[in-house]
Each structure stands twice: as C-alpha cells, then as structure tokens.
C-alpha cells in the first residue's frame, strides 16, 4: 500500500458512496446533523479517505468519511480535502471496515456482515485477515462464515471431480482453480463421497436434470455418473439421440443439455458420433478451440478423457477449459508444456471459427478476422503443428463448412478467389502431412433462414450455405 498518500482538495459530487464496500448497515442522519452544524460553526473535520473508483474515470469512491461526505453536502460544501489511497490489492470493504472500528465501532451485525460479504468478494481471503480488520478473532470470524466456506468447498469439489474426470493432471488442475496441489490430492481422496449424494438421488429414480439442478452440478455431470459403466450404444439411447449409421449426419437442433449458449455452437449428437466412430472409452479427446464446451460436456457422458483449450476465459463456468491463444506465426507454441508431454492425444476434435462467418461474434483477436491469406496460413501452420504433436494412431476431426461470399452475388457470378472450399482444406492438410478417410456430411440446419430472406434469395439466384462436413484425417506416416 502507498504510505504517503497525498491531501487534496476534491469536488464532493466527485466522491461516491459505494455500498458494496460500505460496512455499516446505514448513515446516521442524527450525526450528519451535527456534523453539518459543526461544518457551518467552522470546526475543521479530518479529510475523508477515497480511492480512484474502479470503474468510473475520474471518480473517487469512499473508503472513511461517510458521515462527513454527506454533512459537507448538506452544509452546502462544493470541494472538501480528502487523502486518495491506493490500496495495491487490499481488500477496500476490510479496509473501510478497519477505519470505522476506530471512531464508532461497528454494531456486532454489521461486523458479522463485514466479514461474510468480504469473504464473498474474495474467498481466498482467511479468517485472520478478515479478523484483524473488524477487530474479531479469528475463531469468531470462522463462525461468521462457516456456511459460506462449506458453499466454495462444495464449488471446487465439484470443479476438481469434473476436471478429474476429464482425466485433467492433478499439476493442471490444481494451477486453474490456484490452490495447491496437495489440497487438489486430498480431495481427490474423498472424491467418493463428493459423488455420493448425487447417485443415492439418481438410484431413488430423479432424473438426471432433477439431480443436476438439486445438486448444482452440470447435466452432463450427472450423465457421467448415470451412464457409468455402459456401453456406448446403451449411451445413446438413454441421451435419446438415434444413432446414424451411414455419413450423413443431420440434426435439426443442439442439444440444450451440452455445451454453452456460444457463437458457432456445434451440436452434442455430432460429437457423440465422432466419439463413438473413432474413439473409444477412455482415450484422449483434445479440442484446441472448445469454445462453449460441447466436447468435454460430451466426453463426460461418453466416459472419454478430454483436455480443451479457448481463447477466451471462463474459469467459473469451464474450468476444464484452459485458457490459450493459439498464435502459431507468432510466438510459437512452446509454452503450453502438456504439449511435449507422453500423454498425446487419441482423437482430435477441431471447430475452428469459420472465415469472416461470425467474425463480430467472437473477440478481436479470433482467426476469424484474419483477411483470407492469413486465415488460410494459420491452418497450414496449426495442422503441421497438430502433425508433430499427435501419434502415428492419432485421428483428426477436422469440423469445416464451404465458405462462399453468397450473400450478395447471383451463383453464377461467383468467383473462386472469394471463397474458400472444403478442397481448400484437403490441400492444405494434406501439404502438412495429413490423410483422410471420411469425408461424411453434417449440414447445418437451414431453419435458421427466414421465409423472406429464403424468398429473396430465390428471386436473385443466390445459392446458399449449409453444407458442413467432418473430414476425418490420419497422419501421413509414409509407409
Ligand atoms: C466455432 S467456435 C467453437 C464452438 C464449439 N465447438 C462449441 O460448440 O461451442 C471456435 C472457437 O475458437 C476460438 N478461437 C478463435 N481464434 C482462436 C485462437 N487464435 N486461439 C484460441 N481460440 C481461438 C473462439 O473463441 C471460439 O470459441
């Protein structure tokens, strides 16, 4: 923390009251009273205390002063002398707490409320912290907020048992969620009992979404423990997905229950059946761009290990999914360590954002953005490095559509150099050292189309995209 914060003179309607740093229940208008009159008769106040507020430039939040701040407001005072803080990382609701024990000590509920919404904005913050800044033992604060701890415990637990599950190293596990490695392998300890609530519910017969919802675990979760020990097929009758037996897989709709709301969501089904073709129970799925999470979500239910990678970073809902930008022209990949690690994987899955397609949907640094030349370079550059770091049994699921520019051109005016085909594609893996075997359709729903703008399209000859295909690849070994 700054040790000599500097005195200035400040705009009052430039300091804020924020409540959720805020200690005490309520202002006592009483002492703002006398406050104010004490003001008028020219007695000098300490300045009040503020820092730099955290989301409104050029504002100053409260950290001590409350009843100062609103007698200057009410004794008409436009500028008041104020100390602003920088608090370098301590927590401002124990600080602001610290400073109001002194003056007028906080009532034993507001120091009980200190405490419980100070270990709700940060729950890494222990109880002797806490106590030292609401002047509370740290026995008494453990007391405050016993029910609170017991809610995160039961959060990681659940975090730690899905990322397990998903065959995540324990090294891994315990980075993401920041705790050490030894908490991680005491509560892999006791995972059993983690899992015991869940299956005494689904074996008194509630179904999976019941469970999930009651427990407050994910679907696919609870899939995990419904479905242990099954076969794959007996899998996909109980998910209630027929399974299809020649390459032309169609779905109307994803399957709510896996995956995220997410641009660019893939269905469950079509994972389920790359799975279930080319993979088998407990090999290792890894998807380099796993975005809303439809394979691990999918993995679980089908008992595949996974590990899954997303630029963009949801360590509270997908903490299976590691956060890491591929930026293959750049900096190179050699920091992702699991990469040179023996463990490769079985089946790759790779749902790339398409070219342009969504490109406002995703962030400002997604391939998608990358004028065509780049974007067809980075994939020569990320399939020859998938090459080196897959086996000689490796598959690759390669999940790509037709991109044409349609949406303004007549079919017939279209022009090869504005678009970018599947064949495209083939070349470029098969230049870095990739074969395929499949080549199986997986359209995507046309639903999705207007009845006018279908109309419009018709009367101007454009010829729409929905055709999207897995291409299913083996790595050249030249034999
Ligand atoms: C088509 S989405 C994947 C959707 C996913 N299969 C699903 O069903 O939810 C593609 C993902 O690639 C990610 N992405 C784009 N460029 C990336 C990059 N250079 N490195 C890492 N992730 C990237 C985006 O954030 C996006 O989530």
Known sequence: MNKSPCTI???????????????????????????????????????????????????????????????????????????????????????????????RQLSEEETRNTARRAFQNNPRLSSSAIGKAIGRARQTVDSYIADLRAAVQMEIDVKIFRMHRLGIPQARIAKRLGQVRETIRDHLAEMLMTANPPNTDLSRGFTVSQVAEKHGWTEPMVWSLALEGKGDLTRFKMLNWGLRTWDFWGWNDCDRRFGDDWPGRIPAQLIAHILYYFSKQNDLVFDPMAGGGVTPDTCLAFNRRCWSLDMMDRPDTRPETEPYYWDIQGKGVEDLAFLNAKDKPDLIIFDPPYFDKKAKAYSKKSISKLPRQEYLKFFADFFAFMKRYAKETTTLAFIIADWRNFQNKPAADEVPEDAISIADYLNILHETGWRHTHIIQAPMSSERFEAGVVSAMQKKKILGVTSRYVIILKPHTGK
């Open 9 to 103: 003179s400040i705009p009052i309607s430039d300091i804020l009251l924020d409540e959720t740093i805020y200690p005490r229940d309520r202002i006592d208008q009483r002492r703002v009273g006398i406050f104010a009159e004490n003001i008028r008769d020219g007695f000098p106040f300490d300045p009040i205390i503020v820092q730099a507020h955290p989301e409104k430039s050029g504002k100053y939040r409260l950290l001590d002063g409350a009843h100062r701040w609103s007698a200057y407001k009410a004794a008409g005072i436009e500028k008041v002398q104020a100390i602003i803080m920088d608090l370098d990382g301590t927590d401002p609701l124990l600080y602001a707490a610290k400073r109001a024990i002194g003056p």
